[in-house]
Each structure stands twice: as C-alpha cells, then as structure tokens.
C-alpha cells in the first residue's frame, strides 16, 4: 500500500485547510485509515482515524471539535478537514493505515499502522 498526502501549506492562525491522502496498492476500503503529526523537536501524535467504513471516527483531545477526518472508499482517498487553525497546529501531518480493524485507544498508537505516507507541512502563523 503505498500512500501520499497533500495540501499542506502556510496559513494564518483561524483560517482552515484540508488535507488529502491517496492509497493506492491495496484494498482502500478494508484499510483502517488515519492521521498523526509531529513538530519539530516533539514525538509524533495521533491526530484522527477513521473505520474501513467511515462511520466511526476519533480524535485526539487537542484538535476534537475543529478537525473533521472523513474518506471516499470509491476514490480510495482519506481527508482531514482542518479549521480554526493555531500556531500549535504547525507540523508534517502523515496519513496511516493499517489492514487490522482498528477501535478503541489501540488507534493512537502509531506502532500498530503498516503503512505510511510522507509528510506534509502545515505551518500556522500567529
């Protein structure tokens, strides 16, 4: 499975932006999808999943409310809706999935995630 974030870019602290994940190499729809970050100088974190079939989602406490992660299973791609941005927001996002079933706090844990994306920078100026 093979995956590729983008849009990320350079925002203002309140303004939104939309991250997009395309997966390609695999079943998109039986692959347990999700989001983490990692600043400069700070471990990577959980940000969002999602179920193989999109109905249930989690997020971490930090972002619970302004970001919205949602996924097209016949366009094989994974979105993470970002709003009121804030500086602390600033960080390479990277999308993950995993062929497990994933629920629960195992979702938060990037040590269970096969598959991996390369980052893609959001910076949120104050």
């Known amino acids: 499975v093979q995956l590729q974030a983008s849009g990320g870019g350079l925002v203002q602290a309140g303004d939104s932006l939309r991250l997009s994940c395309a997966a390609s190499g695999g079943t998109f729809s039986s692959l347990s999808m999700a989001w983490f970050r990692q600043a400069p100088g700070k471990e990577r974190e959980f940000v969002a999943h999602?179920?193989?079939?999109?109905?249930?989602?989690s997020y971490s406490d930090s972002v619970k409310g302004r970001f919205t992660i949602f996924r097209d299973n016949a366009k094989n791609t994974v979105a993470l809706q970002m709003n009121s941005l804030r500086p602390e927001d600033t960080a390479d996002y990277f999308c993950?999935?995993?062929?497990?079933?994933?629920?629960?706090?195992?979702?938060?844990?990037?040590?269970?995630?096969?598959?991996w994306g390369p980052g893609t920078q959001v910076t949120v100026s104050s």
């Open positions: 999602i179920t193989r079939s999109g109905h249930d989602t």
């Open positions: 993950a999935a995993d062929r497990q079933a994933l629920y629960g706090t195992v979702v938060r844990r990037s040590q269970v995630y096969d598959y």
